[in-house]
């Protein structure tokens, strides 16, 4: 009897140890939650804090021009292609840059230009440069806004250009349709600009008599059509020039 009174007792005992190492064991697990949360809480509140100060840095203002910002300084900066693709960016468009402390280029629009909306067709000349067909003049396109948006040549696509300035670049606002587009999968853009240059002839040719008072015609000064005749000319060659594939 006294032997199991023994056992029993330091069977007690050995429970009531493991009872306290469990207890201990469960305090040790909560100290190290509180802390590993509080650790955690101080490094987002540390994120936080370095995006409120991203303001302290270098703040410059600039017009972009299609691919870089021209700073009111005088100086050109880079602008991420990326995003000038997802933000649609044009010619014209005011733009603030913060040079942070750690030397990060952050971007913000401030003063987006007024846009004209137009519609256009992808192409792409022989040296792989890639532009939009849009009314008769082919547009820059960045190639970061063609890969955005998993353009094709032959899509025909929504570009926006600046209202009221002359553009050499569009940004693409959306995919329309892909391929063919409105000048069929065959779409020849040497042959349209020749044709949209044919066309302007024709217009001023149609334009040689004009009505009077009376409602009679008469015939244009021939000096006059010579004049529009040459415009077209040098237009063509400027045309081919910024375009060797036509």
Do not use: C
Request: hydrophobic content about 30%; proline content about 3%; glycine content about 10%.
């Amino acid at each position: 009897m006294q032997h199991n009174d023994i056992n029993d007792a330091d069977k007690s005992h050995k429970i009531d140890s493991l009872r306290d190492m469990i207890i201990n064991a469960e305090k040790t697990i909560q100290s190290a939650k509180a802390m590993l949360l509080q650790i955690e809480g101080k490094k987002k509140t540390g994120r936080r804090r370095k995006h409120e100060d991203e303001g302290d840095g270098e703040i410059i203002e600039g017009t972009f021009d299609g691919q870089i910002m021209l700073g009111t300084n005088g100086k050109q900066y880079p602008v991420p292609a990326n995003y000038a693709s997802k933000s649609k960016l044009v010619e014209g468009d005011m733009l603030k840059l913060t040079i942070t402390t750690d030397g990060s280029f952050i971007y913000k629009q401030i003063g987006p230009i007024e846009r004209r909306h137009m519609i256009g067709i992808v192409s792409q000349d022989e040296k792989g440069n890639y532009y939009i067909f849009s009314e008769g003049k082919p547009y820059k396109v960045l190639l970061a806004s063609i890969t955005y948006f998993k353009a094709q040549p032959g899509d025909e696509v929504a570009l926006l250009t600046p209202r009221d300035i002359e553009s050499s670049w569009a940004a693409i606002e959306n995919v329309l349709q892909k391929g063919g587009g409105v000048f069929g999968s065959g779409f020849d853009s040497k042959h349209a600009i020749d044709k949209e240059i044919e066309s302007l002839k024709e217009s001023i040719g149609s334009e040689e008599e004009t009505e009077d008072g009376e409602g009679e015609k008469k015939p244009a000064s021939t000096s006059v059509v010579d004049e529009w005749t040459s415009d077209i000319a040098d237009l063509e060659k400027e045309i081919k020039a910024q375009n060797p594939s036509f």
